[in-house]
Antibody, heavy 120, light 107 residues
Framework: QVHLVESGGGVVQPGNSLRLSCAASGFTFSDYGMYWVRQAPGKGLEWVAL????????HYADSVKGRFTISRDNSKNTLYLQMNSLRAEDTAVYYCARGITYTYGPFDYWGQGTLVTVSS | DIQMTQSPSSLSASVGDRVTITCRASQDISSFLAWYQQKPGKVPNLLIYAASTLQSGVPSRFSGSGSGTDFTLTISSLQPEDVATYYCQKYNSASLTFGGGTKVEIK
């Protein structure tokens, strides 16, 4: 059974950094593209970042480009999101999600999410 | 960047009604369109991908259609458990934009 478990969220001051992790199990992690998606309180879904199955390709939403970095460790079945220069508008629940293919694709499994609050 | 516009933003319908939600892309995205359902307080769930392919386990009252720029999600007979917000998403390129969502309630 596919499981995605995010961790690393919390309260952080503007300008500071945070690293999120997503532990994957129940499938061959290195066969799938992986994604981060966020949802601000009471708002809609926003795709944040993607990495191909082998980490060879990464893409970011314009809102986080240059501040966030997605990475993966296929030997540890873990996805990461390094978030630097955090802003109040980055406050959201952050979900990791699995794509249905090894590159771009919709998301067939989601974690439960981890809340990031950026506040002084 | 391609924008995804959903309409309506919310709707209220009776149990058993046929419900249609529209998603429009600002440029041609072929059939690279997915629909998700997010129930209150829950994680999003993939309903349809490739514009019209039903994800495994999704009830057959859900269907999708369209290609190019105009897409629809149809619930053939609305059930109480369908109360949720529905999102479309394009995935034809590295920018996987979501629509703004349509909140569906029971009248």
């Amino acid at each position: 059974q596919v499981h995605l478990v995010e961790s690393g969220g919390g309260v952080v001051q503007p300008g500071n950094s945070l690293r999120l992790s997503c532990a994957a199990s129940g499938f061959t992690f290195s066969d799938y593209g992986m994604y981060w998606v966020r949802q601000a309180p009471g708002k809609g879904l926003e795709w944040v970042a993607l990495t191909w199955y082998d980490g060879s390709n990464e893409h970011y939403a314009d809102s986080v480009k240059g501040r966030f970095t997605i990475s993966r460790d296929n030997s540890k079945n873990t996805l990461y999101l390094q978030m630097n220069s955090l802003r109040a508008e980055d406050t959201a629940v952050y979900y990791c999600a699995r794509g249905i293919t090894y590159t771009y694709g919709p998301f067939d499994y989601w974690g439960q999410g981890t809340l990031v609050t950026v506040s002084s | 960047d391609i924008q995804m516009t959903q309409s309506p933003s919310s709707l209220s319908a009776s149990v058993g009604d046929r419900v249609t939600i529209t998603c429009r892309a600002s440029q041609d995205i072929s059939s690279f369109l997915a629909w998700y359902q997010q129930k209150p307080g829950k994680v999003p769930n993939l309903l349809i991908y490739a514009a019209s392919t039903l994800q495994s386990g999704v009830p057959s009252r859900f269907s999708g259609s369209g290609s190019g720029t105009d897409f629809t999600l149809t619930i053939s007979s609305l059930q109480p458990e369908d109360v949720a917000t529905y999102y479309c998403q394009k995935y034809n390129s590295a920018s996987l934009t979501f629509g703004g969502g349509t909140k569906v309630e029971i009248k």
